[in-house]
Each structure stands twice: as structure tokens, then as C-alpha cells.
């Protein structure tokens, strides 16, 4: 018995669907709360805009069910789902340029977590971190140091009103690893930064049109 094969692309029903998700067409906003220690760093430093201008890889944040949950009855089992993991890392890499905007603006970031400063580097937030003890914090409340990252992923027309978003809450950075620099290279530098968030969420600008 002959089998019609409909799953031609040019003729089924992937004809009607829109263009396929880029990879590129994406920028990433960093928002601090508003009135905390990080909002006024960001606010001396440039704003958040200069690391959305800066920043040129990030990734989708991850969500798994952890571990399992068994019952048995009369020799049979079943299998329920375990713990749901919402948290995780994201990386991000940022392009440096030679105001060094970059590399100061996550290190004075992490110095709000841990100050590692040693009173020679305070730079454009140093009145910030005067009052400071170094190896302390800035504050005992998450919420002064740590901020929400939404990631706006766009369709092929750029449609500020129809982006996907993930927007990741109480993101610290965790890790910011070493540049190598090299006198025979012709490299720019990237800032390589791994974010920690708590939780995130998904925003389907399709579900407010069902």
C-alpha cells in the first residue's frame, strides 16, 4: 500500500510558519533595582546601556527537574518528577574597548559583593567604596548588589512589539576569568563574564493574543 509523503518543506504545513529564530538579532539589558549601590554605580560608570552596547554573547538560561521521586506497589514502581531547578549561569563576553569600561565596570560590580580594593584603585566610583571595608560588602541585602538581566530576542523586522524575553533575576557576577595578552597577536580583548541568577522567566508575546 503506497504512503503519501507529505513532509515536503516547500509544501507542508512549515510553509506557513515564520522565519526561523536568529541567533544574532538579540541584546541583553543588566537592570539594576532602582536607589541601590549597584544602580548608582552603573548610573557613574555610563548607565546599563554601555554594557548592552558591549556585549556580544550570552546565552538562554537553563531549567531542569532534579533527581527523581519512586513509589512501588505489589512489585511495580512508578516514577514522579523530582525538585524543579529554575537557578543556573549564564555567560556572557563583552567587548572591551580602550576607555576599559568593561573590565572596570564588573570589577567594581564584584567589589560591591566582596571589595578586593586596597584603597590605590577606586577610580570613577572610588567616593562609593571610600566608606567601604575592604573584604566586606557593600550591603547585607541581595537586592543592593545584584540586578535582573532580560534578554530580548527579536524577529527578522526588529518589532520592538512582538520580542521573545527571558528576563533572570538576583543575576550577581560570579567569575570573570583572565585576558591573555600577546605582543605577536592582532586580537581586540574580551571580557568573558559568568552570571548567577536565582530564577527567571519567559516571556511569550503570543500567549497575550490567545
Known amino acids: 500500500m503506497a504512503v503519501n509523503n507529505d513532509m515536503n518543506v516547500f509544501t507542508s504545513e512549515i510553509d506557513n510558519f515564520r522565519d526561523l529564530a536568529k541567533n544574532f538579532l538579540w541584546q541583553a539589558v543588566i537592570i539594576p533595582e532602582e536607589d541601590t549601590p549597584l544602580a548608582s554605580l552603573f548610573k557613574a ?12 554573547l550570552a546565552s538562554l538560561p537553563q531549567r531542569s527537574i532534579e533527581g527523581e521521586l519512586e513509589t512501588n506497589w505489589q ?17 556572557m563576553k563583552f567587548d572591551e574597548f580602550q576607555d576599559w569600561t568593561t573590565s572596570h ?24 567604596f571610600s566608606s567601604q571595608k575592604t573584604g566586606a560588602a557593600i550591603s547585607n541585602y541581595m537586592k543592593d548588589y545584584s540586578a535582573k538581566i532580560k534578554l530580548t530576542c527579536f524577529d527578522s523586522r ?28 592582532s586580537e581586540k580583548i574580551e571580557r568573558e563574564v559568568t552570571i548567577r541568577y536565582s530564577t527567571y522567566q519567559e516571556i511569550n508575546p503570543q500567549d497575550s493574543d490567545t
Not at 560608570?45 to 552596547?53: A, E, I, P, V
Not at 512489585?75 to 543556573?88: C, E, L, N, Q, Y
Open 45 to 56: 560608570l555610563g548607565g546599563t546601556k554601555q554594557f548592552t552596547l558591549r556585549c556580544r
Open 75 to 91: 512489585g511495580s514502581k512508578k516514577i514522579f518528577p523530582g525538585r524543579t531547578k529554575m537557578d543556573g549561569e549564564i555567560q
Open 105 to 128: 565596570m564588573i570589577h567594581s560590580w564584584m567589589n560591591l559583593i566582596h571589595n578586593g580594593d586596597i584603597g590605590l584603585d577606586g577610580g570613577d566610583a572610588g567616593a562609593m
Open 158 to 185: 526588529l518589532d520592538p512589539t512582538s520580542p521573545h524575553e527571558y528576563v533572570m533575576y538576583y543575576c550577581w557576577p560570579k567569575d570573570m576569568p583572565q585576558v591573555n595578552l600577546d605582543q605577536a597577536g
